[in-house]
């Protein structure tokens, strides 16, 4: 059985930073594509970044490109840096998790296999 676990979140002003972690734990260990959504009120699911299995290819979302940073700590930690937040940055940030390889797919959160509960992220004005 795989669990995903996020953490990082909480409330900050216009203009600070934060760090989400996410960890995967697993029966066997294992490397993992591994990504970040979130999810405002009401809203779909909006792509983050992502982190191929192989390689240390990653990829962004065009509202987040030069202020949120991907990292791996090993095959099955994640981090995700974030700068300069705005209001817009609100939500709910899931880590998702996946063993295939290739990138493709990495932008659709139905491809993940394995998900969390979500880490909240609030940005005051």
């Known amino acids: 059985q795989v669990q995903v676990v996020e953490s990082g979140g909480g409330l900050v002003r216009t203009g600070d930073s934060l760090r989400l972690s996410c960890v995967v734990f697993?029966?066997?260990?294992?490397?993992?594509?591994m990504a970040w959504f979130r999810q405002g009120s009401g809203n779909e699911r909006e792509f983050v970044a992502a982190?191929?299995?192989?390689?240390?290819?990653t990829f962004y979302g065009d509202s987040v490109k030069g202020r949120f940073t991907i990292s791996r700590h090993n095959d099955s930690t994640l981090y995700l840096q974030m700068t300069n937040l705005t209001p817009e940055d609100t939500g709910v940030y899931y880590c998702?998790?996946?063993?295939?390889?290739?990138?493709?797919?990495?932008?659709?959160?139905?491809?993940?296999?394995?998900w969390g509960q979500g880490t909240q992220v609030t940005v005051s004005s």
């Open positions: 998702e998790a996946e063993t295939m390889y290739g990138t493709s797919w990495l932008r659709d959160p139905g491809e993940y296999n394995y």
């Open positions: 982190a191929a299995r192989s390689a240390a290819t």
């Open positions: 697993g029966r066997t260990p294992d490397t993992y594509a």
